[in-house]
């Protein structure tokens, strides 16, 4: 459609205006792909990330998070190998996730994919939901703390909070279109650096104040939990780092706003994914390691909204409000292009009464799920699991296969199904803890009704 629009005009593919394929000429780099890739990352999974490395301790910790961050470097290549069809410079472009799908695989595994994507959309969606009320809770807690004491439970629930956070994503969903909200995924970015770096400096003035590091080499010990907490713990935990590091489903699309070659765009996400993958396990680490040197075992399940800190508490307030602010940004970066984008593309956008009655009824089937299991942590390590294996390393190995023409069974194909299988194992073993961990939080819970 665009590449006949651009003849219609005039443009040809040579174009000084145009790329090849009509569209106006990309101009990113290698700096802003990474750029890219880092802010879409950095998110509430940070928060999770203590209690993940108590739960592993000092050894096994840090080892699954380089584990995680080369996992995702080796998919992510692969993946940005499948960026064009056949040629890697001159081939023709594949504009999603979706369509790199579409153009190397077939039948059932298209369906699944595609089934598998809006899971994963709906689950995030419930995740941030989640974590935004969560934070906005927190603040509440927090002021009430410095007011009546650290002794006072200062219960509250978190339920009127997910209306709040609801109501306000049904507002901002109703804004037809990317241009419209880029404004909110830049503040975005910059709320998200703002409660890293504030937890990760209060993880530091925690460990200065204890005079020493907490922890272990091997995490919580059994005794403070039994040995088969110990098992779906740890298992968890696997899923909470997953979930940190999970960005393939928009790799191809920040691919796309790469300029055109030479050198090409796979050769260039390679070395944005390079950037950005060790950039964003030194901040994991720092973080992650800081929140278990600050806590040891009882490290929270959310840095920011565990009460590790209660003082001062106005910074406490001012990062829980960046996170709230992120997440509505987040929620619109991620539910806006996708899980609208197969309900008639353009017809949506025109017909206001659709837009407004099949966004808002996602955005309250999200909230009132959140409300029914409000926990942070299980629901991290969960999505995180659940999209690890399929959307991150299946896809990906399956369609490299596809592109590079490898025949089936030489020691490339067996080395790269062996990788699929192992990744497969440890989505089905950290789901399961997960699973466990919801189920336990489940005795307890009532919905609607239980305060924090």
Known sequence: MEMEVSAELGHTAGSKLYDDDGR???????????????????????LSLGWAIAQLGWVAGPAVMLLFSFLTYYTSALLADCYRSGDESTGKRNYTYMDAVNANLSGIKVQVCGFLQYANIVGVAIGYTIAASISMLAIKRANCFHVKGHGDPCNISSTPYMIIFGVVEIFFSQIPDFDQISWLSMLAAVMSFTYSTIGLGLGIVQVVANKGVQGSLTGISIGVVTPIDKVWRSLQAFGDIAFAYSYSLILIEIQDTIRAPPPSEAKVMRRATVVSVAVTTLFYMLCGC????????????????????????????????AIVIHLVGAYQDIDVPLSFSSSGAGRCYKVNLFRLTWRSAFVVVTTVVSMLLPFFNDVVGLLGALGFWPLT??????????QKRIPKWSTRWVCLQLLSLA??????ASATGSVAGIMSDLKVYKPFATAY
């Open 24 to 46: 106006l000429k990309r101009t990113g780099t290698m700096w802003t792909a990474s750029a890219h890739i880092i802010t879409a990352v950095i998110g509430s999974g940070v």
């Open 423 to 428: 990744c497969l194992i440890i989505t089905v």
């Open 290 to 321: 800081m929140g278990y040197a600050a806590f040891g075992d009882n490290a929270p399940g959310n840095l920011l909204t565990g009460f590790g800190f209660y003082e001062p508490f106005w910074l406490l307030d001012i990062a829980n409000a």
């Open 393 to 402: 390393v299946y896809f990906p190995v399956e369609m490299y296969i596809v």
